[in-house]
């Protein structure tokens, strides 16, 4: 499968749309003309956001005001989406959170719903729309990893650990779909500004010195892989470097490194 993807006149569902990746990637696929579901937990974030595109673009704008953390979200999601006769051809699962602490100072629920919503969350919503864009030998999913997932790093170890599952996981649907119709991959971008977790002071300070780059070079790059029929994508020259030398550095020298690093940026909770 060589051909783009068609996108005018179909339809995606993006999670995590009310800012940061996934707004830029509801902006992006309103601009090539399709019908959007937009689920995020900002019920009046997302409304501003779908009154504006629809108006822009004079496109069908849906929104779900839901908490993916929570254990039947996804399936909930998907009964409101069918209820509304909303099928999507693109599923974009961008929902997401990271902590950047001491694993130890993070209360353990919270980390629990990191993996709730960064892996299970993701896992489900693929698992109920993957078998569907099979059976019509169409369709495609974007999982927003994090190059985060060619490493561990210290002080986000639950979310680099996440991250490093959507990476093996999307790769591995990659390998399964790839005759079938439906295209699969993963984009795992290093710091990227105009993101909630970038929002805190101390945050902004790391993505600066780490060459952040805007959420919108992300979604194109996660578009043009799609486009391609490629399983995983890392944009920018510097971060991509990064992440495929990663396992070139020897490990107890790579997260000394790490770790020195984030160590001035960790926060307690």
Known sequence: MSSPMQYRGRSALVTGASSGIGEAFARALAGREMALLLAARSEERLRTIAE?????????????SIDLAERDAPGRLLEIADERGFEPDLLVNNAGVGVLA???E????????????NVEALVALTGLYLPRMLARRAGGVINV?????FQPVPYLAVYAASKAFVLSFSEGLWAETHRHGVRVVAVAPGPVRDTRFGERAEMR???????SIPREHVVAAALDALD???PSVVPGLTTSFAARTAGLIPRRLQLLATERLFRRYAHRP
């Not at 990893?145 to 997932?149: E, G, I, L, Q, R």
């Open 52 to 64: 504006d595109l629809a108006a822009r673009h004079g496109v069908r704008v849906e929104t779900v």
């Open 102 to 104: 001491p694993f130890a």
């Open 106 to 117: 993070v209360p353990l629920e919270r980390q629990l719903e990191m993996i709730r919503l």
């Open 145 to 149: 990893a994090s190059s985060a997932a």
């Open 205 to 211: 300070t790391a993505l600066a010195e780490l060459r």
């Open 228 to 230: 391609r029929h490629r």
